[in-house]
């Protein structure tokens, strides 16, 4: 298995743009994380999904974002508009079953000019 | 704050030196979890040990949990330059299905 793939793996925009990230989790896994990393606040769980249906959104700061997942195989966060303050780095895991590990992927750094 | 809060934030060892590094936490938990963090990428999964052990292994790893003091700790014993990362406690609740991740030890294996 090729594991979580995220792309782009680095994203570079100016304030105001439209921004989506994009997930494949590993085949099987039937819940899905978005995830943003700081140096400021450290990992923050933004939204995840079970069996492609959203579970708790509580962590997304703003309406600027939004989460999909259509179907088993992806998933995207975008945001929009973007601002500098959007800058970290994102990752996407999945797992399966209620308990146990998450398997991360490799993320994307996103910087908002 | 924090659900988890590791302790120290930051660690520099010799290499072959055994490093400890300590998560504590404030609600009751299901299952305790530890990953790694290599710069610039995603986090690895390393041991998990549930609410009702108290010590695992797993090779040169060793995790205790002392669910009495909500806290953890992870050992890794004859450090090498490859254990240089950011490690990383994450507390299952139970239920509610997601995890709540620690502030980070970064750790540095000096050569």
């Known amino acids: 298995d090729a594991g979580v793939i995220q792309s782009p793996r680095h994203e570079v925009t100016e304030m105001g743009q439209e921004v989506t990230l994009r997930c494949k989790p590993i085949?099987?896994?039937?819940?899905l994380f978005w995830y943003r990393q700081t140096m400021m606040r450290g990992l923050e769980l933004l939204i995840y999904?079970?069996?492609?249906?959203?579970?708790?959104d509580s962590g997304m700061p703003e309406d600027r974002f939004s989460a999909k997942m259509p179907n088993a195989s992806f998933s995207t966060l975008k945001i929009q508009p973007s601002e500098p303050r959007d800058s970290a780095v994102y990752f996407c895991?999945?797992?399966?079953?209620?308990?146990?590990?998450?398997?991360f992927g490799p993320g994307t750094r996103l910087t908002v000019l | 704050s924090q659900q988890g809060e590791e302790d120290p934030q930051a660690l520099s060892i010799q290499e072959g030196e055994n490093a400890t590094m300590n998560c504590s936490y404030k609600?009751?938990?299901?299952?305790l979890q530890w990953y790694r963090q290599n710069s610039g990428r995603g986090l690895v999964h390393l041991i998990l040990?549930?609410?009702?052990?108290r010590e695992k292994h797993s090779g040169r790893l060793r995790v205790t949990l002392d669910t009495s003091k909500k806290s953890s700790s992870l050992l890794i014993t004859a450090s090498r330059a490859a254990d240089t990362a950011s490690y990383f406690c994450?507390?299952?609740?139970?239920?509610?299905?997601?995890?709540?991740f620690g502030t980070g030890t970064r750790l540095t294996i000096i050569p």
């Open positions: 085949s099987g896994h039937d819940y």
């Open positions: 040990i549930r609410s009702n052990e």
């Open positions: 994450a507390t299952d609740p139970g239920g509610n299905e997601k995890l709540t």
């Open positions: 999904f079970n069996n492609n249906v959203p579970i708790d």
């Open positions: 609600t009751s938990i299901n299952n």
């Open positions: 895991a999945s797992r399966s079953g209620l308990a146990g590990d998450q398997f």
